[in-house]
């Protein structure tokens, strides 16, 4: 763990927001660098801030806390939820929450979190490679446009790309930029929905119109709003086959 543990508490609720940052004022070696009104300010912060741990509230207007999780660039920071709904847990976790804690939360209930910090540690490089657990993908994703960030349905997407060294969502009307990797992208999507044509694209598969075989066994898709991607090789019998799904 650093010397100083760097961290974000993200509520919609101001009150909520003020009483968690009492309870943390005297903990030594940990500093509340921010703090964040819903998921999409979240995002923002986290990434101006590059906090170690995000105290981070589940219901919250525009996207939950749930999605702003299963949004996270690796490394990620390490994660405490903080809600007053324990139906969330399971998903919590599957998303490799240090804890989960109910509101109100208690003195000692928080100093217990705060522990296991020391011991999730050491998953860190583990947890960095898992995939999330069926029932746990993202239906809405988090991406910037100009200087704000955005909640995209996933119904929106045609497809992400690599382009420049950054992960592009392309979506009916617009084009955003995402923090993930493709390969990061890849280990979270639902494949049912979703599958890498090529190395640099990953294309939602209820999108595509059209397959237009080509020589050398390569071929090319056609999405609903006429853009066209390229199929590698090995890739195409693969595509055939989830879309006869």
């Known amino acids: 763990m650093p010397a100083t543990i760097r961290a974000l508490v993200v509520d919609d609720e101001q009150p909520a927001r003020e009483r968690l940052c009492r309870l943390l ?14 998921g999409e300010l979240a995002i923002e912060k986290i990434v101006e801030h590059r906090p170690d741990l995000v105290f981070l509230d589940i219901q919250m207007p525009g996207c939950s806390g749930i999605e702003v999780a299963a949004s996270l660039a690796s490394p990620r920071p390490k994660i ?5 709904y324990d139906e969330y847990a399971v998903q919590a976790f599957e998303l490799h ?16 979190a705060l522990a296991r910090m020391e011991s999730a540690a050491v998953e860190d490089a583990a947890i960095d490679k898992a995939g999330p657990a069926a029932g746990s993908y993202p239906s809405r994703f ?22 420049g060294g950054q992960t592009k969502l392309q979506a009916e009307d617009h084009h955003y930029w995402m923090q993930p990797t493709l390969s990061e992208l890849s280990q979270r999507l639902d494949p049912a929905k979703f599958f890498r044509s090529s190395r640099s694209t990953i294309v939602n598969l209820d999108a595509v ?8 066994g390569q071929a090319e898709i056609k999405l ?8 590698s ?3 195409y019998r693969e595509l055939i086959d989830r879309l006869e799904l």
């Open 97 to 112: 929450a240090v804890d989960y804690l109910l509101k109100p939360i208690r003195r000692a209930r928080l100093e217990q």
């Open 233 to 235: 090789r090995r890739r």
């Open 80 to 84: 405490i939820f903080c809600t007053a």
């Open 25 to 38: 004022e005297p903990v030594e070696h940990l500093e509340v660098v921010d703090e964040a009104e819903d």
């Open 209 to 216: 119109r059209e397959v237009l075989p080509l020589t050398g």
């Open 224 to 231: 609903r709003d006429g853009t066209t991607l390229e199929v």
């Open 142 to 163: 988090l991406a910037k446009r100009s200087a704000r960030f955005c909640v995209v349905p996933g119904s929106e997407v045609l497809y992400f790309a690599s382009d």
